[in-house]
């Protein structure tokens, strides 16, 4: 029996999705959590992408010159609505990606943080003032507006990707046209009502600011191709950053690319373990290990490993695992049959390598019938082999051990992936070095704190086939605007740069 569940029909009501807008159509939407049929949603037809493009480019012309601060003013109304509707939201995001309560709503917050960030990011689209070597010479640099904005987004965070791209885009006089994941389309439908809200109680902004396209990859690959929306915010696989990003750059587009993690903590023999068991246990069964950045790769030294192992056993042994909308619940659903699969071969694999595999199998008492519930797995691997160094999405931590810190911290970057990484330590020399030039390779490096779950005020992001790309906090606004530099001559004297004489 469910302790805090709605039904998803009022879940879907509330947030004022009617019967009719999600029956009729070929999109077959079904929960994670039992595999019971949500919705079938008419999809985008291709051929409506002209029009849809149009109608974002003609949003632009208007949005682009409402002042920034006024545009502030939307995303502050579209914070008040996330408020209003979290819970909503929240249990929404539970019913169609299987996150336990707590994280579906960790999610909403997420994007109300983000909101509160973007309202005050839109009185500060600040450039530089330069010191121009001609007298009577001012430069400066200068943002505009880059134009819309497509967003294509994963099933596992199906809405705060959203607003982390849209909160800012919209600050900075971008529309945006969003392809949610085809697994999570409902989640999208739901933000777009409560975007419409805001903008009802805006007023005045032109249409078609946000935009949702309801469809698989072919409507992705139309929002790449298309010159007309010259930024592409994608997060995903890797396999589809590969596919996107080429077509992009072939048109120079500029890309944003959130992409895969294979993520790792270091644990010093000074670490302090109840800590580290903690982050560990949370950072890699949280969200059923489908988290960018969730833990995969356990690189402890040998003189706590054991001990570490033998404390996560412990651990593992009682977590609850089942229904993510009953009290209590930490390990929900995985999204489908396939990503079931695909730990399974995974944990295979490893075992053919020479791992010791402890957890792993299927659940099929006490939870849900319809779902994909897993036990977590703990995999201790002789090597990082080529399985470690693939993300398999799903809860699979594998255990490594090293010597000294250096080669700690090669094997943390020996992996294709560059996004999240930490080190347990009470060695300020070792947390340093772990933090330095030479020290993790990857867009996020922390000191006893887990690779998961970030904060929206710092840039959010991975380098090698993580993709590069920033989102969320810092300067990342500056990726939907582009730079001008400008020169102004206040003098009587035309003096060129580089004292360069062109007398007529
Ligand atoms: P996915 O790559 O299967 O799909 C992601 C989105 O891309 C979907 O909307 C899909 O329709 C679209 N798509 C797929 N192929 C495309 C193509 N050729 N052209 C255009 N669009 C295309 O990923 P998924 O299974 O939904 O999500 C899990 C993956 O996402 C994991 O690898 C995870 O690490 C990654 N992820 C990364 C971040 C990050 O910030 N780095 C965040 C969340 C998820």
Redesign the pocket.
């Given at each position: 029996m469910k302790d805090n569940a709605m039904s998803h029909e009022t879940t879907l009501a509330n947030l004022g999705l009617s019967a009719a807008e999600l029956t009729g159509g070929t999109l077959k939407v079904t929960s994670p959590i039992d595999g019971r049929l949500l919705a079938e949603l008419p999809e985008t037809p291709a051929s409506d992408m002209p029009s849809i493009i149009a109608r974002a480019a003609s949003a632009f012309k208007a949005w682009r010159v409402v002042p920034a601060p006024r545009r502030g003013e939307l995303i502050r109304l579209l914070g008040e609505e996330l408020r209003a509707a979290k819970d909503d939201l929240g249990a929404l995001v539970s019913w169609e990606a299987g996150k336990i309560t707590s994280e579906g709503l960790g999610e909403v917050q997420e994007m109300i943080d983000i909101c509160d960030f973007a309202v005050g990011q839109s009185r500060q689209l600040y450039g530089l003032t330069i010191a121009s070597e001609r007298p009577g010479h001012r430069m400066m640099e200068t943002w505009h507006p880059a134009g819309p904005v497509g967003v294509?987004?994963?099933?596992?965070?199906p809405v705060a990707?959203w607003s982390w791209n849209t909160a800012l885009a919209l600050i900075c006089g971008d529309p945006v046209i969003w392809?949610?994941?085809?697994?999570t389309p409902l989640t999208a439908l739901a933000c777009q009502k409560i975007f419409e809200r805001a903008l009802a109680r805006f007023g005045d902004a032109p249409e078609g600011l946000n935009q949702v396209l309801i469809g698989?990859?072919d409507l992705?690959?139309a929002?790449?191709a298309s010159e007309e929306v010259p930024v592409i915010s994608?997060?995903?696989?890797?396999?589809?950053g590969r596919?996107?990003a080429p077509v992009v750059a072939e048109r120079f587009g500029k890309c944003i690319l959130?992409?895969?993690?294979n993520n790792a903590m270091i644990v010093g023999p000074s670490a302090d373990l109840e800590m580290a068991v903690r982050a560990i246990v949370f950072s890699a069964v949280g969200t059923a290990g489908q988290?960018?950045t969730s833990l995969r790769r356990l690189i402890a030294h040998t003189s706590v490993k054991d001990e570490l192992v033998a404390r996560l056993k412990k651990a593992y042994a009682g977590l609850p695992i089942g229904d993510p909308q009953a009290d209590g619940t930490l390990v929900g659903p995985l999204v489908d049959e396939d990503a079931g699969e695909a730990m399974t071969a995974a944990l295979e694999a490893a075992r053919a390598e020479g791992g010791t595999v402890h957890g792993g199998a299927r659940v099929t008492e006490g939870v849900p019938a319809g779902g994909v519930y897993m036990a977590p797995a703990i995999a201790v691997m002789p090597a990082q082999t080529g399985t470690v160094k693939t993300?398999t999405?799903a809860p699979i931590l594998y255990v490594l051990g090293y010597d000294s810190f250096e080669e700690a911290v090669a094997l943390q970057n020996d992996v294709p992936q560059g996004?999240s990484s930490c080190v347990f330590t009470l060695n300020m020399r070792e947390a340093e070095a772990f933090l330095s030039a030479a020290g993790s390779d990857c867009g996020i490096a922390n000191v006893n704190v887990g690779p998961s779950g970030a904060e929206i005020g710092g840039a959010?992001?991975?380098e090698k086939e993580?993709?590069g790309g920033r989102?969320s906090g810092s300067d990342a606004w500056k990726a939907y605007m582009r730079r001008q530099t400008n020169t102004v001559n206040y003098s009587a004297e035309l003096p060129l740069a580089q004292g360069v004489k062109f007398d007529i």
């Amino acid at each position: 029996m469910k302790d805090n569940a709605m039904s998803h029909e009022t879940t879907l009501a509330n947030l004022g999705l009617s019967a009719a807008e999600l029956t009729g159509g070929t999109l077959k939407v079904t929960s994670p959590i039992d595999g019971r049929l949500l919705a079938e949603l008419p999809e985008t037809p291709a051929s409506d992408m002209p029009s849809i493009i149009a109608r974002a480019a003609s949003a632009f012309k208007a949005w682009r010159v409402v002042p920034a601060p006024r545009r502030g003013e939307l995303i502050r109304l579209l914070g008040e609505e996330l408020r209003a509707a979290k819970d909503d939201l929240g249990a929404l995001v539970s019913w169609e990606a299987g996150k336990i309560t707590s994280e579906g709503l960790g999610e909403v917050q997420e994007m109300i943080d983000i909101c509160d960030f973007a309202v005050g990011q839109s009185r500060q689209l600040y450039g530089l003032t330069i010191a121009s070597e001609r007298p009577g010479h001012r430069m400066m640099e200068t943002w505009h507006p880059a134009g819309p904005v497509g967003v294509i987004t994963a099933f596992n965070f199906p809405v705060a990707v959203w607003s982390w791209n849209t909160a800012l885009a919209l600050i900075c006089g971008d529309p945006v046209i969003w392809k949610p994941s085809e697994k999570t389309p409902l989640t999208a439908l739901a933000c777009q009502k409560i975007f419409e809200r805001a903008l009802a109680r805006f007023g005045d902004a032109p249409e078609g600011l946000n935009q949702v396209l309801i469809g698989g990859a072919d409507l992705g690959r139309a929002l790449a191709a298309s010159e007309e929306v010259p930024v592409i915010s994608a997060t995903g696989s890797t396999r589809m950053g590969r596919a996107v990003a080429p077509v992009v750059a072939e048109r120079f587009g500029k890309c944003i690319l959130e992409l895969c993690g294979n993520n790792a903590m270091i644990v010093g023999p000074s670490a302090d373990l109840e800590m580290a068991v903690r982050a560990i246990v949370f950072s890699a069964v949280g969200t059923a290990g489908q988290r960018c950045t969730s833990l995969r790769r356990l690189i402890a030294h040998t003189s706590v490993k054991d001990e570490l192992v033998a404390r996560l056993k412990k651990a593992y042994a009682g977590l609850p695992i089942g229904d993510p909308q009953a009290d209590g619940t930490l390990v929900g659903p995985l999204v489908d049959e396939d990503a079931g699969e695909a730990m399974t071969a995974a944990l295979e694999a490893a075992r053919a390598e020479g791992g010791t595999v402890h957890g792993g199998a299927r659940v099929t008492e006490g939870v849900p019938a319809g779902g994909v519930y897993m036990a977590p797995a703990i995999a201790v691997m002789p090597a990082q082999t080529g399985t470690v160094k693939t993300e398999t999405f799903a809860p699979i931590l594998y255990v490594l051990g090293y010597d000294s810190f250096e080669e700690a911290v090669a094997l943390q970057n020996d992996v294709p992936q560059g996004l999240s990484s930490c080190v347990f330590t009470l060695n300020m020399r070792e947390a340093e070095a772990f933090l330095s030039a030479a020290g993790s390779d990857c867009g996020i490096a922390n000191v006893n704190v887990g690779p998961s779950g970030a904060e929206i005020g710092g840039a959010f992001g991975g380098e090698k086939e993580t993709g590069g790309g920033r989102e969320s906090g810092s300067d990342a606004w500056k990726a939907y605007m582009r730079r001008q530099t400008n020169t102004v001559n206040y003098s009587a004297e035309l003096p060129l740069a580089q004292g360069v004489k062109f007398d007529i």
